[in-house]
């Protein structure tokens, strides 16, 4: 069978895009031609422009837009809000990583606009396409009595999972441009949750946004909308958060803590009921193939026999797999499984957490939003 070919644009070539994006797009050369490349670095465009020498190499996001394409993914570092709604006004498909935007407004107006180009909207949550997730989503779907989902992520320094790829991280970009690019991510942050403490800053910044928004998209899949965000708090100076939410009749708390001694990330994921427990239990998101692992445990109840079995579902990356769905949304002309809508109610959820810290009372149906 032959694929339908889509000519994509790449906005940003820095890490998660020479890590991962970049080499799979390359993979995937079946489904996506690259067709242009934008970064503000020269050093960083060059390095993507060895692997796709054919591609129109451009230092800024309007030039890549004005590139015959069908499609751009949005990499960038800052708000993606700007690049996507112009890519629709030009009638292109969007794909943007995590997190979609800085704050549920600015969602809404990417949605507005992809909807009236009548585009496609993908959010990149690579661990929604990971094969042990999706196990894990097939086995707790008939699950009616889950009582507690705990969710503990152990942050850990990014270089070690990294220092091994060929990067390209060269400082040639104007030191005012990048000042400029700062001050706009302040004022866009200012706007999103409106304080000027620092630690709820960084907190909603560089953990909600930027680590914590896919676990709380991969439990959204799971139990559905939560009913009430019960409980936040932010610590350590931003090092840390907790938050506790209620899903009807299932209690969830996350736990964030950057332990920046130990170059060893552990994130899992646990579900419980009252005669069986699944846990997903995932590597660092930087190593490229290393399977998640899948717990699951039984027993019989009023004995001693328990059991546990770990599942390796499968090498695929899930970065590969969601670059697959992008294109199988468009070719297919429909929604992807992770849509733009269901990013704006993650970037709902954690401007709700802070709302909570400030305040210090629950949020009701924290999630809801318009769109």
């Known amino acids: 069978m032959t694929l339908t070919r889509l000519r994509v644009g790449v906005v940003g070539c820095g890490l998660v895009a020479q890590v991962m994006h970049l080499h799979y797009l390359r993979e995937l050369e079946d489904r996506f031609e690259v067709a242009a490349v934008c970064d503000l670095s020269a ?15 451009v230092g800024e996001w309007e030039a890549l837009l004005a590139e015959p394409l069908d ?11 700007p690049i996507a709604v112009a890519a629709a006004e030009a009638g292109l498909h969007v794909f943007v990583e995590k997190p979609m935007c800085l704050s549920a407004e600015e969602g809404a107006e990417m949605i507005a606009a992809t909807d009236r180009a009548g585009v496609r909207l993908m959010v990149g949550y690579m661990k929604r396409y990971d094969p042990a997730y999706e196990r894990l989503a097939e086995e707790v779907a008939g699950w009616d009595d889950v009582r507690l989902v705990r969710v503990t992520t152990l942050e850990s320094p990014l270089e070690p999972y990294v220092a091994h790829y060929p990067l390209v991280r060269a400082p040639d970009v104007d030191p005012g441009r990048l000042a400029a690019l700062a001050e706009d991510d302040e004022r866009r942050v200012s706007a999103a949750i409106g304080t000027d403490d620092p630690e709820l800053r960084r907190a909603y910044r560089s953990v909600l946004l930027d680590s914590m928004v896919h676990e709380l998209n991969a439990v959204r899949r799971l139990l559905g909308e939560p009913s009430e965000l019960r409980f936040a708090d932010v610590w350590g100076d931003a090092g840390g958060v907790t938050a506790a939410f209620s899903f009807g009749g299932t209690e969830c708390v996350f736990l ?18 009252a005669d069986r427990r699944a846990s997903l239990v995932f590597p660092s998101p930087f190593l490229r193939s290393v399977p998640t692992r899948l717990v699951l445990e039984g027993g019989e109840a009023g004995t001693a026999s328990s059991w546990e079995t770990v599942h390796t579902a499968s090498y695929d990356e899930g970065f590969r797999r969601e670059l697959v769905e992008f294109h199988a949304s468009i070719v297919e002309g429909r929604e992807p499984r992770t849509p733009g809508r269901d990013g704006l109610r993650d970037v709902a959820l954690c401007q709700a957490i802070v709302r909570s810290v400030l305040a210090g009372r629950p949020v009701p149906e924290p999630a809801q939003v318009e769109a």
């Open 71 to 81: 499609a751009v993914m949005i990499l960038t570092a800052g708000s993606h809000a």
């Open 256 to 273: 964030w803590a950057d332990l920046p001694g130990i170059a060893r990330y552990e994130q899992e994921i646990g579900l419980y009921a």
């Open 43 to 57: 050093a960083a465009r060059g390095q993507a422009s060895r692997a796709f020498p054919a591609a129109a190499a």
